[in-house]
């Protein structure tokens, strides 16, 4: 295996060295000492998935909708409130409504995320 120097950048965005090997691990930091790490390998696994849930969400929120009969203006309305509604249960089922420990998305850009690609999904299956 290959054994890694001690004096890496554990985080380069969070501008956080390795502790040194006489300190603790929450040794250094900011002002205050504190300094937040982002795990970039767990926001990706997070990312897929997200994905995955929501690609299925576009297909099965089609097979519905073409089932149902809901063509124009209610088969898009009939998207547009189950792409929030599972977007709004990730959230609150998975991640506890603490968004910020999951994501760097706003609110917004979390509700919305994917809603081109889910779209084409719906759109093939509807």
Avoid at 19 to 48: C, H, I, K, T
Avoid at 56 to 71: D, K, P, R, W, Y
Avoid at 110 to 120: E, G, I, P, R, S
């Amino acid at each position: 295996y290959y054994k890694l120097p001690i004096n890496i950048m554990i985080d380069p965005m969070a501008n956080i060295d390795a502790p040194d090997p006489g300190m603790d691990a929450a040794g250094g930091g900011g002002a205050d000492g504190n300094q937040e790490v982002f795990d970039m390998n767990a926001y990706r696994s997070n990312l897929r998935k997200m994905d995955k849930i929501r690609s299925f969400m576009g297909i099965a929120s089609g097979c519905v909708a073409g089932v149902c009969g809901l063509t124009g203006l209610s088969g898009l309305a009939c998207f547009i409130i189950l792409h929030i509604a599972v977007n709004l249960s990730l959230l609150a089922f998975k991640m506890k409504f603490d968004l910020h420990s999951y994501s760097r998305e706003s609110m917004f850009s979390f509700l919305t995320a994917d809603f081109q690609k889910c779209a084409m999904s719906f759109m093939l299956f509807w």
